[in-house]
């Protein structure tokens, strides 16, 4: 009888393992003062995302450091994306070090969704993409080509270690930085590693002096199908072709096509080539396997009990060796139950841990391809023409790029589409009962009444 309240004690704990809503997961709320002066120099088209970012706290704060950063970028607000990138860097590198708390981070007994946000690789590699593309503006070719490498070791750094980084874009623009660095052996290795990946691309030649880069189409997404994380794309197909008027030439109008250098769904979706759902479909599984385990273990614990159960009360005119024989029953039983009850509660506890629900948080400012070339242009050439075509040659839009010329190279960088987030709050990064509630900012609030009141006197 004394082995009860051990297995009905884990079979509780069993039962509340999956878990509910963390006081984590929720927003705070910043004092009005603060928040004022925390969104004062803020874009105003971002004030309610900063807002959002500061609510949503630790959290989620590489994840609101990358979106935020990405459309502070195309915005030109080059220092203030410097600010959000590093934060977002200094954030994936504390959990990606070689420490015990970066070990935790990445453990398996906190719930996938209560966890700081880590980004899968993809995401990762497209925060140092940013970041070095903002040091290729600034002409710091030798930190461009740093950032490159580091988002190409984060393809790299996945929990499945077996599949190789092939993020191609990335040694080409490393390749990019060597060659406006002048150090053009260091620029062939790099493209050597590109060209292994990407067999059809042509390389930037001797005398390239601009590099294109065009975006299209809209970020990946993830959804759950409960411990398994499905990606699935959501970006068209467009095409860009880039024109540009050479003043000492006027009449003459060449176009060139985009070419596609990296297919940024493909890399969510795969990891080395494998398909991803097939990579994770190992963890769950694992995840099925412990929590039938953890099942089967706590019956056998219920009937255990009920044979100790059984065995407990003396019977009538029972000899020694009877009653000695049914207290080893007893005995036994009631150890058999507490082990196995201890066995099943914490396979459901380890069962529950390991991603209980997928984590489908996700940048959703990001494209869904990068194109691209490189030209040699002379530097009376300022601006491009981008246009975007449907798969069908219809073109949706053209959009003006300036060419940012720092030393020997420049840079002209196009998106189709907006990179400001519809939703101040990221996909899945709140409860949906938050996701849906009002944005309300007091300060921001105030302050309007006030400017209002003003021009009505």
Known sequence: MAARPIWLSVMVIAGLASGCVTTREQEASPAPAVVQAYLDDKPTELRRHFFIAQAQ??????????????????????????????????GIEAIYADNEEARKARGLWTKEAVKDFKGEPYERAMAYYYRGLLYLRAGDYDNARASFKGGMLQDAFAEESQYRADFALMPFLQGWAAHC????????????????????????????????????????VKISDGPRLKIKRSGSTETARISWTDPDRPKDHPQESAILLEDIFRQASTRGGRPFDSILEGKAEFKDTADTVGNVALIGAVLAAKVAVDNGP??????????????????????????LAVIGGLSKLFASAVESQA??????????????????????????????????????????????????????WARHGSAIPRNPRAPNSVPPDVMASPIIIPAMEAKAAAAEAKSKE
């Open 57 to 90: 706290g630790q959290r989620n704060r590489v994840l609101n450091d990358m979106r935020l950063g990405l459309a502070s970028f195309a915005m030109g607000r080059d220092p203030l994306a410097a600010e959000l990138l590093d934060d977002a860097l200094q």
């Open 181 to 220: 660095r002048d150090n053009e052996s260091l620029a062939a290795e790099d493209w050597a590693e590109f060209r292994a990946i990407n067999k059809d691309a042509p390389l930037p030649r001797a005398k390239d002096n601009v590099l294109v880069l065009v975006e299209t189409g809209t970020a990946p």
């Open 314 to 339: 003396p019977r009538r005119r029972e000899t020694k060796e009877q009653r000695q024989a049914r207290e080893q029953v007893q005995a036994g039983a009631a150890m058999a139950g507490a082990g």
């Open 359 to 412: 984590d489908t948080r996700y940048w959703d400012n990001l494209s869904d391809r990068v194109q691209g070339l490189t030209l040699a242009l002379p530097e009376k050439v300022t601006t491009l023409s981008v246009e975007f075509q449907s798969p069908g040659g219809t073109t949706l839009d053209t959009v003006h790029s300036p060419i940012r010329r720092v030393g020997k190279c420049g840079i002209a």
